[in-house]
């Protein structure tokens, strides 16, 4: 069958994934999951739309992620395979919906302004 490749995005995190049916292999930045991700949180992250559908073991599953830490990194994963998995299947895209998964979610860092430490914190006040 053929190979679907989407992209998935959060906070500065950007995915990239490339996904057929296959054996269930997720490899991330040509390694495995559970190496790049060494925590379970962040592997279920990932994992969570192939689980909610039912799909989990189906797909070959090779992620190219750049930016970020690694919990945007786990999300930004997360919404590229929830696209791939809409492509192959359109009956996923519902519960995928409801859950979130479809959603690009637009918070960013806001960004310093001048004549503050931080983008609200102000420089300590000195009385005298």
Same mark, same amino acid.
């Given at each position: 069958?053929?190979?679907?490749?989407?992209?998935?995005?959060?906070?500065?995190?950007?995915?990239?994934?490339?996904?057929?049916?296959?054996?269930?292999?997720?490899?991330?930045?040509?390694?495995?999951?559970?190496?790049?991700?060494?925590?379970?949180?962040?592997?279920?992250?990932?994992?969570?739309?192939?689980?909610?559908?039912g799909?989990? !073991?189906?797909?070959?599953?090779?992620?190219?992620?750049?930016?970020?830490?690694?919990k =945007?990194?786990?999300? %930004?994963? $997360?919404?590229?395979?929830?696209?791939?998995?809409?492509?192959?299947?359109?009956e996923?895209?519902?519960p995928?919906?409801?859950? !979130?998964?479809?959603?690009?979610?637009?918070?960013?860092?806001?960004?310093?302004?001048? =004549?503050?430490?931080? %983008?609200? $914190?102000?420089?300590?006040?000195?009385?005298?």
């Open positions: 069958m053929e190979m679907i490749n989407k992209i998935g995005r959060r906070k500065t995190s950007v995915a990239r994934i490339y996904m057929a049916p296959g054996k269930g292999n997720i490899t991330v930045n040509n390694q495995t999951l559970e190496v790049y991700f060494p925590f379970d949180l962040h592997q279920i992250v990932v994992k969570q739309p192939l689980a909610l559908v799909e989990d !073991g189906n797909y070959d599953i090779q992620i190219n992620v750049d930016g970020g830490g690694i =945007g990194q786990a999300e %930004a994963a $997360r919404m590229a395979i929830s696209r791939a998995l809409c492509e192959f299947n359109e996923h895209r519902g995928l919906k409801k859950e !979130g998964f479809l959603t690009r979610d637009p918070r960013m860092v806001e960004r310093k302004k001048p =004549g503050r430490r931080k %983008a609200r $914190r102000r420089f300590q006040f000195s009385k005298r």
